[in-house]
């Protein structure tokens, strides 16, 4: 537990799991009840998507992780993040969608609730739904969420773990839509779909903004001045018209609507990370260069160590038998950078030796 | 100093009103949404007497012509793929299903995919021996038993002449129902018709 986590006061931290927990509890009894009966009808096509999704799930968790700039999440907050988005948010959102698009289809008629209902609805109980889980990770676990690039990473996973439940959804519905006749065609053809097609700009790019700007308000431990304010209020309310404008029933019929809609949900994503991703390598770089200062590490040497590659460089040039001695430096000064960019001192940093960073490759 | 600081800063934010916000944000679409559904009517009359179009596709369109007296149950219902309607105590549930290109579209191949689709709304569904029909506007397809818990009917399948769709009817009523509804359902089925698009 880092000192920062040490230090947030327990009793919010508590309720935020407890929270999470009971959440969680109410999700996964949603998915039983929603989709069980179609699992056991469909019990070989609803296994051809849970494994075909698995795979697309592991591949997605390790290049969102390798996204964060400077190092991965930690292990507890992308588990969160993704259980939250499978297993809570998904859940929730099944009841909350129903209960809205029915009323889209009483007040609407039936043709107006199918074809606006979606846009009408996911982004509003979706979005939220996501972004909820976010803020409560960072309440629950506060050193793993300090700004704008923590909450980006842990939206993008939080909306990964939505994605992948929700296409495992539309693979065994598609079976029903098409009669049934031939399931793994059906489960095949909305998985390519779902995941080669618009898997790009889903969930994850949409929930990888909203939670962006969760991340900004973390950064100003939840006083933020009002530029902030509207930032994050601007980052939430982009993922959801983005959003709305995915699932409005606009440039359909073809795969080259999909496509666009796709293209234009990460190239948005896309330019948030880049933003987001330059301050805080600045940042962090600004932060390891007073570190190294404090052990007398030459201050090119000190930048690398924001790079991955720079730190297995810097590992090379030790001694084989004293680099896991070495490593340990570099992910305590790593760490030291890291709350110093948050703005968070580190107990023993003005006197220095209380960190454990000295002598740092 | 500087721990003072850090200190300070978070004794000023203990965590509290995001953690509000969060549950909010939770609790929100999962009561108000029920709650606003709840206040609407469940269902809307369905117009009687002019052919009500349930699907289209490979240049076809499918109708079904409706007696006074049926309502439709839109929040159950989605264009172009589930169409829900009430009449008394029985039960009719318009399905269209789209086969993708080279899955099996025949009747027999519809019937029993049909069964396993009814199957996941409700496990004790069981379907009888089918047999073939023909609607009265010639539409040819087949038809059967349909057994539930508490409950029996009839299913129908009929796929479109053009391919590419089909229409499936399930019709469920519990013991108390009328044999009027009953036997309205059955025209309701009985008339579907499959006639090319005008282009």
Same mark, same amino acid.
């Given at each position: 537990m880092s000192p920062a986590s040490i230090r947030a006061p327990r009793v919010p931290r508590l309720a935020a799991g407890v929270l999470f927990a009971a959440v969680g509890v109410l999700g996964a009894l949603s998915l039983a009840v929603h989709l069980g009966r179609t699992v056991l009808a469909f019990p070989g096509e609803a296994l051809l998507a849970l494994a075909a999704l698995a795979v697309v799930l592991a591949a997605g968790i390790a290049v969102l992780r390798w996204a964060r700039p400077v190092r991965p999440p930690g292990g507890a907050a992308t588990a969160a993040a993704v259980a939250w988005g499978a297993v809570a948010a998904s859940g929730c959102a099944l009841i909350a969608n129903d209960a809205l698009i029915g009323v889209w289809s009483k007040a609407g008629g039936t043709v107006f609730g199918s074809r606006w209902g979606p846009a009408l609805t996911a982004p509003v109980n979706e979005e939220v739904l996501k972004a909820a889980g976010v803020v409560l990770i960072a309440v629950a676990l506060p050193s793993a969420l300090r700004g704008p690039v923590d909450g980006l990473v842990l939206g993008a996973l939080t909306g990964l773990g939505f994605q992948v439940v929700e296409d495992a959804v539309y693979a065994v519905e598609s079976v029903v839509r098409d009669g049934a006749t031939a399931g793994a065609l059906s489960v095949a053809q909305s998985l390519v779909l779902r995941v080669g097609v618009t898997g790009p700009g889903s969930h994850w790019a949409l929930s990888a903004i909203a939670g962006a700007g969760v991340g900004l308000l973390a950064a100003a431990?939840?006083?933020?001045n009002a530029r902030r304010s509207w930032a994050a209020g601007l980052a939430v309310a982009a993922a959801m018209a983005l959003h709305g404008f995915f699932d409005?029933?606009? #440039?359909?019929?073809? #795969?080259a609507g999909p496509a666009v809609k796709t293209a234009v949900v990460f190239a948005c994503a896309a330019a948030v990370y880049a933003v987001a991703r330059r301050s805080y390598v600045r940042r962090i770089r600004g932060a390891l260069a007073v570190e190294g200062e404090l052990v007398d590490l030459p201050r090119a040497d000190a930048v690398a160590l924001s790079r991955r590659r720079g730190r297995r460089d810097a590992l090379r040039r030790v001694p084989l038998p004293d680099r896991p001695a070495a490593a340990e430096r570099q992910r305590g000064m790593l760490a030291a950078a890291e709350q110093r960019a948050a703005g968070i001192r580190v107990p023993g940093a003005e006197d220095e030796g209380g960190s454990g960073r000295s002598g740092a490759p | 100093m500087a721990n003072g600081n850090a200190a300070s800063a978070h004794v000023r934010d203990p965590g509290w009103t995001p953690l509000g916000a969060a549950a909010a944000a939770v609790a929100l679409p999962l009561l108000a949404w029920p709650l606003a559904g709840a206040l609407l009517p469940d269902a809307v009359s369905v117009p009687s007497g002019r052919p009500v179009v349930v699907g289209e596709g490979g240049g076809y369109e499918a109708t079904t012509r409706f007696e006074p007296g049926w309502t439709e149950l839109p929040a159950e219902s989605s264009e172009g793929e589930l169409l829900v309607y009430r009449r008394g105590r029985v039960l009719l549930q318009v399905r269209v299903v789209r086969p993708p290109q080279g899955a099996p579209e025949g009747a027999h191949d519809l019937w029993r995919g049909f069964e396993r689709i009814t199957r996941a709304w409700d496990p004790s569904a069981r379907f009888g021996e089918p047999s073939e029909t023909t609607g009265d506007a010639g539409a040819e397809g087949l038809t059967g038993l349909l057994e539930v818990d508490g409950a029996s009917g009839t299913a129908a399948v009929f796929p479109s002449p053009g391919g590419g769709f089909a229409v499936e009817f399930a019709t469920t009523a519990d013991r108390f129902a009328s044999v009027r509804d009953v036997q309205a359902a059955g025209r309701v089925v009985d008339s579907v018709a499959f006639s090319e698009e005008e282009r």
């Open positions: 431990r939840w006083h933020p409005a029933p606009v #440039l359909q019929g073809t #795969l | -």
